[in-house]
């Protein structure tokens, strides 16, 4: 894949403290993460690459368009869900048939989760020291 081909869509992804950054070229459905082939950078993990291939599957257009992400921060969990979303996001940049069954699907759902601070006195978010009683 060139880097002068065709953009048709971009996307923008974002879970936990990860970030993804998706385009979407007309192609064969390879799918390209920080120029790493998917399977390869995802660590041959089958329900991160589900979840990326997810927004795709479930519009049948899995061999339509080739992706194309730059992803940073957080781990692969939360990498993986960025790019589902920012997929989600540029899918429907492409054609607005394809909200309603992305949102169906809950593609379009950003997950707002994210780690709690911790707070002084204890020892992590909410856990606190051992009770003394005396």
């Known amino acids: ?9 971009y996307g ?10 998706v385009r979407l070229i007309p192609g064969k459905g390879e799918i390209l993460i ?22 795709l599957e479930s519009l049948g257009l899995a061999n339509e368009y080739n992706v194309i992400v ?5 781990g692969l969990t939360g ?3 960025a ?10 940049q492409i054609s607005l048939t394809h909200r309603p069954l992305l949102k169906s699907d ?5 997950d707002a ?7 002084y006195g204890l020892h992590k978010a909410r856990k606190a020291p051992q009770y003394s009683k005396r």
């Not at 923008?12 to 950054?21: C, F, L, P, Y």
């Not at 730059?70 to 957080?74: F, K, P």
């Not at 790019?83 to 429907?92: D, K, T």
């Open 34 to 55: 920080n120029s790493k082939p998917a399977n390869l950078y995802l660590q041959y993990n089958l329900s991160y690459l589900a979840a990326v291939k997810s927004p």
């Open 70 to 74: 730059n992803t940073q921060g957080g």
């Open 113 to 119: 989760r994210a780690k709690e601070r911790k707070k």
């Open 106 to 110: 809950h593609h379009l759902t950003r």
């Open 12 to 21: 923008t992804g974002r879970r936990k403290t990860s970030v993804a950054k």
């Open 1 to 9: 894949m060139g880097q002068k081909e065709q953009t048709l869509a």
């Open 79 to 81: 990498q993986s869900e």
């Open 83 to 92: 790019i589902r979303l920012g997929l989600a996001r540029a899918l429907c």
